[in-house]
């Protein structure tokens, strides 16, 4: 079975950072390219960033590039979100998830429970 | 910056009853749509990509149809577990995607 585990989530201030993680479990994770999605409270979803399975192609929103880094540790089966000059705006859940394929397609056919990430003072 | 616009955006329905949701493009992107399903307090799940393909596990209940800029997702019969926002996404302008604003799907 696979699961996708978040974690890192919490309350920070305005202009910190955090780092989410995602460990997969039930797969081989580095086979298939993965995602970051968001959730504001009370609200839809947003696409936040895509990496492919080797790693080497990443992709991000307007609205965080230049803030946030997605990465991957082939090793730990794990997927991150490195998160920084965090605005009031970025308050969200934050979904982890598995691509369809190897190479972004931004079709996620798993998702984990979510983290929540709160940017306050 | 392509948008996705469903209506209506909420649904009262019966369970057994058949419910047809719509998602329209603001411009086309051909095949490039999928409908995932949330229910309260849960993760997004998948149900239909590439506008019509069912995904893993997805009962035959669920199907997917339209091209261009206007697509539908249908469920059959309505199952109790049925009743829950559902979103289309599209990902024509590939490497970013965006998603509609939801429709909830009630119990009436």
């Known amino acids: 079975e696979v699961q996708l585990l978040e974690s890192g989530g919490g309350l920070v201030q305005p202009g910190g950072s955090l780092r989410l993680s995602c460990e997969a479990s039930g797969i081989t994770f580095h086979a298939y390219a993965a995602g970051w999605v968001r959730q504001a409270p009370g609200k839809g979803l947003e696409w936040v960033s895509s990496?492919?399975?080797?790693?080497?192609?990443?992709y991000y929103a307007d609205s965080v590039r230049g803030r946030f880094i997605i990465s991957r540790d082939k090793s730990k089966n794990t997927l991150y979100l490195q998160m920084n000059s965090l605005r009031a705006e970025d308050t969200a859940v934050y979904y982890c998830a598995k691509d369809l394929y190897y190479d972004s397609s931004t079709i996620f056919d798993y998702w984990g429970q979510g983290t929540l990430v709160t940017v306050s003072s | 910056e392509i948008v996705l616009t469903q209506s209506p955006a909420t649904l009262s329905l019966s369970p057994g009853e058949r419910a047809t949701l719509s998602c329209r493009a603001s411009q086309s992107i051909s095949s490039y749509l999928a409908w995932y399903q949330q229910t309260p307090g849960q993760a997004p799940r998948l149900l239909i990509y590439?506008?019509?393909n069912r995904a893993t596990g997805i009962p035959a209940r669920f199907s997917g149809s339209g091209s261009g800029t206007d697509f539908t997702l249908t469920i059959s019969s309505l199952e109790p577990e049925d009743f829950a926002v559902y979103y289309c996404?599209?990902?024509?302008?590939?490497?970013?995607?965006?998603f509609g604003q939801g429709t909830k799907l009630e119990i009436k």
């Open positions: 590439s506008a019509s």
């Open positions: 996404q599209q990902r024509s302008n590939w490497p970013s995607c965006s």
């Open positions: 990496i492919s399975g080797s790693a080497i192609s990443t």
